[in-house]
């Protein structure tokens, strides 16, 4: 498998055609010695001369400093590659279905236990260091727990859901959005009634400064922050749900869709109503697709909980591109080194 590499400045590259002129200089100086060896020293001497030239030993430290030069000058070039390396993700929000839909047992014992228990399971994968929002939705949005590193907070808020009527998914994702970026004014009221405002603009609310116009980024740019979305995908109130993923595209965050229930779906009662709630995978995907993440199946509790435990490893590592020329000055510096003391060991010089 190779991995690809890029260059910010490849002409730097042609400094590599150092490399075989430096291997010359070095058999010449080689055969040089050996005609002032042939010259001055006696027959026995020389024997001995020529046959500690020939040991490969000899070689060695030349070779290695050699390489290291060679790393120095690929460094220069400043290298990137598609490595993986640690999430810079600091935040991740967790948004919540606790609408009446999720009362359904097509996942045991329900829908909202079995993502209470999930949740709560993938809270216990991440890393101490990542900071977790928690925003609840049903009718309406709301942040439940806002982003902390306490994850007993961040329990406690789970096991406090109460289900309600309706599902506003795109409030959701709206409101994740406004606790991700406060000092952007993102407002989930005038997304819903209208305001006269243009959508996408940045709010400041001081006087002092002026109101700059919101500028998109790439779909999944933003590395700083993600959206766990958990819910059964039928939006019934609320700001679009393609809205707002467009929305959180245009800032560079993902969102992460999981799906609980199955397709086929049940029909449920409550106090005197009741209504086919079937999963809506079709939207969650397209969300998921739209801000560049992946969208997840939970057709089970145990498929639940096997879904966050594999979130959680992709929000604490990642593959990116990345400029390895430190890396590569490292390599340089190893390889310099090892060959000096090489040198010392065996010929009590260096080089």
Do not use: C
Request: zero cysteines; a positive charge; hydrophobic letters at 50%.
């Amino acid at each position: 498998m190779t991995i690809p590499v890029t260059f910010m400045w490849p002409q730097f590259l042609w400094l590599m055609l150092a490399l075989p002129l430096l291997v010359g200089v070095y058999l010449w100086l080689l055969r040089r010695k050996k005609k002032l060896t042939l010259r001055y020293a006696s027959l026995s001497i020389v024997k001995e001369a020529l046959g500690t030239s020939m040991s490969l030993r000899r070689h060695v430290p030349p070779a290695l400093f050699l390489l290291a030069i060679a790393a120095m000058l690929f460094a220069a070039s400043r290298p990137f590659a598609v490595i993986t390396l640690p999430s810079t993700q600091e935040t991740i929000i967790l948004a919540m279905d606790v609408s009446g839909s999720m009362r359904a047992t097509d996942v045991k014992p329900n829908r909202l236990v079995a993502s209470q228990s999930a949740a709560k399971a993938f809270l216990a994968e991440l890393p101490r260091t990542v900071k977790v929002g928690i925003v609840a939705f049903a009718g309406s949005a709301q942040v439940v727990q806002p982003p902390t590193l306490s994850r007993e907070d961040l329990v406690a808020a789970i096991d406090k859901f109460q289900m309600q009527r309706a599902t506003a998914i795109g409030s959701a994702i709206v409101v994740s959005l406004a606790e991700l970026f406060p000092d952007e004014g993102i407002d989930l009221s005038a997304l819903t009634y209208g305001s006269g405002r243009p959508r996408g603009v940045a709010i400041d609310q001081s006087p002092k400064k002026e109101k700059k116009e919101f500028k998109p980024v790439a779909p999944g740019s933003y590395g700083s922050a993600a959206i766990i979305l958990l819910t059964d995908g039928q939006r019934t109130t609320g700001v679009d749900t393609m809205e707002a993923a467009k929305m959180a595209a245009d800032r560079g965050v993902r969102i992460y869709t999981v799906g609980v229930g199955t397709v086929e779906g049940e029909t449920i009662g409550f106090e005197g109503w009741s209504m086919r709630v079937r999963l809506d995978e079709a939207t969650l995907k397209q969300v998921a697709l739209t801000t560049q993440a992946e969208y997840f199946y939970a057709g089970t509790a145990e498929s639940l909980k096997h879904i966050y435990e594999k979130l959680s490893s992709r929000l604490t590592v990642e593959k990116k591109e990345t400029e390895i020329s430190g890396l590569l000055a490292l390599l340089a510096a190893v390889l310099a080194i090892t060959s000096a003391t090489l040198s010392l060991l065996w010929f009590n010089r260096i080089l």
